[in-house]
């Protein structure tokens, strides 16, 4: 099936950093999703894109949906504590009914 | 509103027994889906439901049955726990209009 590489597989940054992650996929995608995941829950959605160039901000959050529709990025500014836990993509192609998910990066911050 | 949301959380299995995983939404989503997720290997679609009344395979179905014999409910089955089964299960669902799947909270399983 369709592979999305997300990179780095974990990152542990001192609080007030900025963060910057991705995701690649050797496949077109029409939509991207960002999600985070808290320990011991479910992913929550943080953004959607739709448009390839796109680029959509939810607080400290920015993503990016990739020229070419087969990459996305997520920034988070000034890394707080609460910013801990794993942030998965998603692509989804358009017609189909499934999602397509990223391994996921673990973020961790240091104090 | 509750949203999504499964049960029970946790579970505990002896390699052989059966188990009902329950999952149900208040959205009147058309889509539900069940996946598990296993460490360094994301949320892999176990099957998934466009509708009620039907069911479609996922990327990992074997060992699973599902039913969606109510547009709000999904259920997930295992008819002969492993302990390869041994995983956390969400349970999501999403608008026809939307690409937006929205995650239950889990239910992490243990075969033994």
């Given amino acids: ?111 | 509103n509750a949203g999504v949301t499964q049960t029970p959380k946790f579970r505990v299995l002896k390699t052989g027994q059966s188990m009902t995983l329950l999952c149900a939404q208040d959205m009147n989503h058309e889509y539900m889906y069940w996946y598990r997720q296993d460490p360094g290997m994301g949320l892999r679609l176990i099957h998934y439901s466009v509708g009620e009344g039907t069911t479609a395979k996922g990327e990992v179905p074997d060992g699973y049955n599902v039913s969606r014999l109510k547009k709000q409910n999904f259920l997930l089955g295992l008819e002969s726990a492993a302990p390869s089964q041994t995983s956390v299960y969400f349970c999501a669902a999403r608008g026809a209009s939307t690409d937006t799947q929205y995650f239950g909270p889990g239910t992490r399983l243990t075969v033994l």
């Fill in chain 1, 1 to 111: 099936g369709q592979q999305l590489n997300q990179s780095p597989q974990s990152m542990f940054i001192q609080e007030g950093e900025d963060v910057s992650m991705n995701c690649t996929s050797s496949s077109i995608f029409n939509t991207w999703l960002w999600y985070k995941q808290d320990p011991g829950e479910g992913p929550v959605l943080l953004i959607a894109l739709y448009k390839a160039g796109e680029l959509t901000s939810n607080g400290r959050l920015t993503a990016q949906f990739g020229i070419t529709r087969k990459d996305s990025f997520l920034n988070i500014s000034a890394s707080i504590p609460s910013d801990v836990g794993i942030y998965f993509c998603a692509g989804h192609t358009g017609g189909g009914n499934k999602l397509t998910f990223g391994t996921g990066t673990q973020l961790k911050v240091e104090l």
